[in-house]
Every structure is written in structure tokens, then in C-alpha cells.
């Protein structure tokens, strides 16, 4: 089975420019999430898809960050304008069951490193 | 407020030497307790479920233990292909129904020969 796909690997912009990350599930997985882990930190939950509707966006900075769905399958994550402490990796990752019962379990993909100077 | 708190922050073994990772949660509404192993320049890799108080769980040298407010991950006879990132992460449910997994901050673990 193919893993979770995410582009770019690395990407350095400098502050007040515009950058997107490209995230691609695993095949039949409905729900996906976009992560953002700052060095040292855990990750934090910035939103999350079931199916192509938002069920979670309530830590996304929606004056600087968006994202969307489309059709259910791949994601796009969009941050404009970058401030410095966007530096950080931005994890995606998809989980095979709607979401609603019991306990699933996440995927992720190997992320994408921004450095915002 | 839901949180979920990891100690220690690193830890440096030696080779063979056995320890416990500690991982505390204050949730409402648990649905499982996650274990994720993550490597440098890499996305979180899944390692456990625990889903109620009592629940263990092994893999290799790995074995993860769950009570109402904790849970451990002991580590016995570690080797250095151990040394990663050991994250916790709580799975709750939210409005709608739907789960929302919450991660601790991780313990960096080193493992010398």
C-alpha cells in the first residue's frame, strides 16, 4: 500500500511571501489531517477533513492559513503571508475510517520542512 | 482542558540498560491512547493502541501499558536503533462525533553502545 504523499520535502520562503503544500492520502482514506510540529514540540492539530467537509479548523490561523479538499481526495495547504513562526514541519496524514467511532488510526506522511526568514 | 503531558524530555541510555517512558492525560471522552515512534526528517510512525486501564500492548523490546491517568512505554534491553522520538497522543471524541487526536510534546530517546 502506497504511504501518504506530501510536497515539497523542504521549502524556504522569506517572511511575508506565500507557500502551498501538496498532500496526497492513502487511497480510501476518508478523513485526512494537516498537522504543524515546531522543533522540540509535539504536533498540533491545525484542520481536519472528513471527506472533502472541514470537521475541525478551530487552531488554523485563518487570516494567514487555509486549505481545502477537493473532491475528497488530495489536499492543499496554503500560508500567506508567512510570518517566522510558521517555521516548522507541516505533517499530513489520513486515517481509513470515517471518523466517527472507536478509535483510528493515523498515517502520516514524511512532512514538509518550511523555513520562513 | 485537554492535555496530555511527557516525561522525561530526553533520556540517554546505554546500551541493554531498561527504562519507562511516562506519558499523563487529562481527557473526557478517551477513545485510545496512541503510541508513535518518530525518526529525524520523518512523519510520526504508529506503534500502539491502548484502549482501557489494564490494556498492554508489546512489539520487540517495546511494551506499552495504560492506567485511567497514565500510561508507560517500557523499553527493555534497548539497543541504539531505538534512539527516536517516542510520541503519546490521546484520540477524543469531539462535536459531531468525530476523533481528534491530541499529542504530547515526546521524550527524545538516545540509546549508546
Known amino acids: 500500500e502506497a504511504g501518504v504523499a506530501q510536497s515539497p520535502r523542504y521549502k524556504i520562503i522569506e517572511k511575508r511571501q506565500s507557500v502551498a503544500f501538496w498532500c496526497n492520502p492513502i487511497?480510501?482514506?476518508?478523513?485526512l489531517y494537516w498537522y504543524q510540529q515546531i522543533l522540540g514540540q509535539g504536533p498540533k492539530l491545525l484542520i481536519q477533513?472528513?471527506?472533502?467537509?472541514?470537521?475541525?479548523d478551530s487552531q488554523l490561523p485563518k487570516d494567514r492559513f487555509s486549505a481545502e479538499r477537493l473532491k475528497g481526495v488530495d489536499s492543499t495547504l496554503k500560508i500567506q503571508p508567512a510570518k517566522l513562526e510558521d517555521s516548522a514541519v507541516y505533517l499530513c496524514?489520513?486515517?481509513?475510517?470515517?471518523?466517527?467511532?472507536?478509535?483510528?488510526?493515523?498515517?502520516f506522511g514524511a512532512g514538509s520542512r518550511l523555513t520562513v526568514l | 482542558e485537554d492535555q496530555v503531558t511527557q516525561s522525561p524530555e530526553a533520556l540517554r541510555l546505554q546500551e541493554g540498560e531498561s527504562s519507562s517512558l511516562n506519558c499523563s492525560y487529562t481527557?473526557?471522552?478517551?477513545?485510545?491512547l496512541f503510541w508513535y515512534r518518530q525518526d529525524p526528517g520523518k512523519g510520526p510512525e504508529f506503534l500502539f493502541t491502548?484502549?482501557?486501564a489494564g490494556e498492554e500492548k508489546e512489539k520487540e523490546r517495546l511494551k506499552a501499558t495504560l492506567t485511567k491517568k497514565e500510561s508507560f512505554l517500557h523499553i527493555t534491553a534497548p539497543k541504539p536503533e531505538d534512539s527516536a522520538t517516542y510520541l503519546c497522543?490521546?484520540?477524543?471524541?469531539?462535536?459531531?462525533?468525530?476523533?481528534?487526536?491530541?499529542f504530547g510534546a515526546g521524550t527524545r530517546l538516545a540509546v549508546h553502545p
Open positions: 477533513f472528513q471527506n472533502n467537509g472541514v470537521v475541525d
Open positions: 487511497s480510501g482514506h476518508a478523513t
Open positions: 497522543a490521546v484520540q477524543i471524541m469531539f462535536s459531531g462525533g468525530y476523533n481528534k487526536l491530541i
Open positions: 491502548l484502549y482501557s
Open positions: 496524514a489520513s486515517s481509513f475510517d470515517r471518523g466517527t467511532s472507536g478509535a483510528n488510526v493515523l498515517t
Open positions: 481527557v473526557s471522552g478517551l477513545r485510545g
